[in-house]
């Protein structure tokens, strides 16, 4: 019993590390297809000609990628900056302390489960070994996988959004004219129930609750553009 349980927790968190990034990418895509199927929906209510529809959805889909990747980076960015202070702040105390130092690792050590004496003979070992990495994994908690990098979640936050805004893009390019905004709405809202369906799968929660709750909003974003195109519907 007590091995399996060991097993389990550590199978789990191998896997939430994958799963946070295909919930962060099925999010982005998430956005990427209700923001241009919506920009896209708009212009197909208010007008009779392809060109402005493909028009302002191609704009829709790189302003969007572009200002999710440059926000994602910005905030990633920010978040590194914080983790290299702790680093530097961390360095010094273990320059003008470091028997506090010491004992506040074995503490940590403690507090996971070691006896005393195991964890401050850990604590040691770890210090001679690498005092700083000792302290930067396991007090201040980062470690390679949740380390912040802004170039790699800028990337995948701009591409994550294109992958999905490339979709009701590529609608606008091929379905007819008429009566275009329904086969946006009814195609943007599959993708999004398709995605809601995979990012419940991954994150282990109701997969009809956040199918209908995507479609909900999905419909109530795509449903509001289309009525200002509407009431703002001009022939060019
Ligand atoms: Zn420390």
Redesign the pocket.
């Known amino acids: 019993m007590e091995e399996s349980a060991g097993l389990d927790t550590y199978l789990e968190n191998h896997y939430i590390h994958r799963s946070n990034w295909l919930r962060a990418a099925v999010l982005g895509a998430n956005d990427g297809i209700l923001s241009t199927a919506s920009i896209a929906v708009g212009v197909a209510a208010a007008t009779e000609l392809r060109e402005p529809i493909i028009l302002a959805t191609l704009a829709g889909l790189v302003a969007g990628a572009l200002s999710m990747a440059a926000g994602e980076y910005v905030s990633v960015s920010s978040q590194t900056d914080v983790e290299k202070a702790d680093i530097e702040r ?1 360095r010094q ?2 320059e003008e302390m470091p028997e506090l ?1 010491l004992q ?2 074995a503490e940590i050590y403690v507090e996971r489960g070691l006896k005393q004496e195991t964890a401050l003979t850990v604590a040691k070992e770890m210090t001679a070994h690498d005092a700083l990495g000792a ?1 930067v994994r396991d ?1 201040l908690g980062i470690n390679e996988i949740s380390q912040a990098k802004p170039i790699q979640a800028a990337l995948a936050s701009g591409g994550a959004f294109t992958a999905g805004g490339i979709l009701p893009f590529l609608v606008t390019l091929f379905v007819p004219l008429d009566g275009m905004e329904y086969i946006l709405y009814i195609t943007a809202t599959l993708f999004l129930m398709l995605l809601g369906a995979i990012a419940a799968k991954t994150g282990g929660s109701n997969i009809w609750k956040a199918v209908i709750r995507i479609t909900f909003w999905g419909t109530i974003a795509m449903g509001l553009t289309a009525l200002a195109g509407y009431i703002f519907g001009i022939n060019v």
Do not use: A, Y
Request: hydrophobic share 25%.
């Open positions: 961390e105390e273990l130092e506040r690792l302290h007090e």
